[in-house]
């Protein structure tokens, strides 16, 4: 079945270390995204891939990085000068040529403790 | 960013009722999309809206995208317990490649 896959479910992360969160998708889409949600709050942009090897920093980027190697892959990788990292991370794919269906994974809660 | 007004923030209901809830923006959309989501999962397409003026059903939920392309609505009607979770609008701005969205409506429904 086609779909996005986020791994792991759950991750913790001691301070100052760097995490990497996975994210492939096998529906063939183009573009891929990663957002941040909070309690009580909407999805929140960290970074955009429209196309392989190439990616654009959203509303939030500072203190993350990302990668796009391969269509299917768009891993976020939350490095240790991201201040509050605590939070739902998700990420979403949408057909080529725009935003007009995004689909997204199950999500990645990462803490930090 | 652009801002996304969505409300009610939270509806608490009887089991049986309709629900109304919207999002509104100063900006200018070219598309609308509702999504669901429930605890510690992602959210789910419901309804996806291209057109200003277009009204489209997805089984008890209607849900339309406003004349001035500024605004949109979610109904859904005789509303189950399963239909509790977090919706959200999200909306493509003209010209632009990524969605904004809402703050979010939690629904909570009493049996």
């Known amino acids: 079945d086609g779909g996005i896959t986020q791994s792991p479910k759950y991750l913790f992360r001691k301070e100052g270390q760097n995490v990497t969160l996975s994210c492939e998708q096998n529906?063939?889409?183009?573009?891929m995204y990663w957002y941040r949600q909070d309690p009580g709050q909407g999805l929140r942009l960290i970074y955009y891939?429209?196309?392989?090897?190439?990616?654009q920093k959203g509303d939030i980027a500072e203190g993350y990085s990302v990668s796009r190697e391969k269509k299917e892959s768009f891993p976020l990788t939350v490095t240790s000068a991201q201040k509050n990292p605590t939070a739902f991370y998700l990420c979403a794919s949408s057909i080529p040529g725009g935003l007009r269906e995004a689909f997204f994974g199950q999500g990645t809660r990462l803490t930090v403790v | 960013g652009q801002q996304l007004n969505q409300s009610p923030q939270s509806m608490f209901i009887q089991e049986g009722e309709d629900v109304s809830m919207n999002c509104t923006s100063s900006?200018?959309?070219?598309?609308w999309l509702w999504y669901k989501q429930e605890p510690g999962e992602g959210p789910v397409l419901l309804i996806a809206l291209y057109k200003a003026g277009e009204l489209t059903s997805n089984g008890r939920l209607t849900a339309q995208f406003g004349i001035t392309r500024k605004d949109s609505f979610l109904n859904i009607s005789a509303s189950i317990p399963s239909d509790v979770g977090i919706y959200f609008c999200?909306?493509?701005?003209?010209?632009?490649?990524?969605?904004?969205f809402g703050q979010g409506t939690r629904l909570t429904i009493n049996p």
């Open positions: 999200a909306g493509q701005l003209a010209g632009a490649q990524k969605l904004v």
């Open positions: 529906l063939n889409h183009d573009a």
């Open positions: 900006s200018i959309f070219n598309t």
């Open positions: 891939s429209q196309i392989v090897n190439d990616f």
